[in-house]
């Protein structure tokens, strides 16, 4: 996820549509405060609406955790981990020590 500022625009202006083509978010700031983001138009946003994009795009990118990122998407974690198998983003990430630790908890 990029960050431009307002005067940032008009130079990096093809930057954030390159962004959008490639399905990566950005956020357009006034003064240091977001102003809009900008969004990736894809087949996900007409299919799922613009806060389940949204809330899949913050969940893989770790800015929220699996049920803030539901909550935000405003359904069940149940079915934000079907929104998120249909965008092809796993709904865990562990790496293979964290497996293991979860392995010999459960045995």
Known sequence: ????TISDLREHAAELIRDAEMGELSVVTKHGRPVFIAVPFDENVLKSGVSVSLAVKFYEKGVLNLGKAARFAGCSVLEFTEHLARAGVPSFCYSVREMDEKVTAIG
């Open 1 to 4: 996820m990029d960050i431009f």
